[in-house]
């Protein structure tokens, strides 16, 4: 969403984007010359590839730039970007600080009075201004992110380790196992590896049946609800072509685990090319 929101802005002639791969360092560092912005996410969505972030937004603010971290994905439980260096901090609060998948809702966190004005200036002169109902379904959710945030956590990193045993999946990822990427940064820098695992069947067909003859699992487009959801995301046309065809991002919820499981081992070994 972000990255197409730029692209549409940068066709305007409003401003020129540098998409870089955020997990490689030294390329980050490289195109921070001259940069007005930049704008992370970590873990990525849906390739959940971890960036060093805080070496990152420390060479960012050195360059000038303003550094904006989207922590939907972590929540302020698993990152406090404003700790490292981050102006501002952006949530979709549909995802799991609301956590019930019923409110459409973001928020931008920042420590600086004077972009703090900014901001709700730029809000209050463009309208986008959150009903009371809306708040008040965001608050109640938020009551409980603690414990949902620790089961779904618990439960992605079971499913994970179950996953990546399993003859069906030719790639897992998911920070939390210790084989994975971006594991020892997520380590050092995360406090936890958070609810999303993205797998890849053999083929876009094996991904399309499993998404089809889950259960339990919703197939849908948000994530971070209580509710578990499963989807094939290069279906969507906006999505980067880097995306494999065969991946399935799994928004794991908390649910009872061994529920979770039964479903999607079901799932997958009814799927064709499956055995
Ligand atoms: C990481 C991330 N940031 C931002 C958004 C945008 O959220 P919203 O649907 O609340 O506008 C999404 C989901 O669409 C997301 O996954």
């Known amino acids: 969403g972000s990255v197409s929101l730029a ?4 066709a305007r002639g409003r401003l020129t984007v540098r998409q870089v791969d955020i997990a490689d ?3 980050v560092l490289g195109q921070l010359d001259g940069a007005d912005m930049l704008w992370l ?7 959940l590839e971890v960036a060093e972030t805080a070496v990152l937004a420390a ?8 550094v904006v971290v989207d922590n939907t994905f972590n929540t302020p439980l698993v990152s406090r970007p404003l700790d490292y260096g981050a102006d501002v901090v952006l949530h979709s609060v549909t995802k799991y600080l ?3 998948s019923d409110v459409v809702l973001g928020a931008l966190v920042t420590s600086d009075a004077a972009m703090r004005a900014e901001l709700a200036t730029y809000r209050t002169l463009h309208g986008a ?5 809306e708040v008040w379904l965001a608050l109640r959710g938020l009551r409980t992110l603690a414990l949902r945030m620790e089961r779904s956590q618990a439960n992605a990193l079971e499913l994970a380790r179950r996953l990546d045993a399993h003859s069906s999946v030719t790639r897992i ?3 939390g196992l210790p084989n994975d990427s971006g594991h020892e940064r997520a380590t050092a820098q995360l406090k936890g590896y958070g ?3 993205s797998i890849e069947l053999e083929s876009r067909d094996a991904a399309d049946a499993l998404v089809e003859a889950v259960r339990l699992w919703l197939p849908a487009t948000s994530l971070g609800g209580v509710e578990s959801l499963i989807e094939r995301r290069r279906r969507q046309p906006g999505e980067p072509k880097t995306v494999p065809e065969a991946l399935v991002r799994l928004s794991v919820g908390i649910e009872n685990v061994e529920d979770l499981w039964a479903d999607l081992e079901a799932a997958l070994s009814s799927a064709p090319n499956n055995g």
């Not at 692209?7 to 940068?10: D, H, I, K, N, Y």
């Not at 060479?59 to 303003?66: E, R």
């Open 7 to 10: 692209l549409a802005e940068e």
């Open 25 to 27: 360092t030294a390329q």
């Open 41 to 47: 996410e970590s873990p990525t969505n849906p390739m």
């Open 59 to 66: 060479a960012a603010k050195a360059a000038g730039a303003t």
């Open 98 to 100: 609301a956590g019930h």
């Open 129 to 133: 201004i959150a009903g009371p109902f």
């Open 173 to 175: 990822r998911y920070p």
């Open 195 to 197: 609810g999303i695992i």
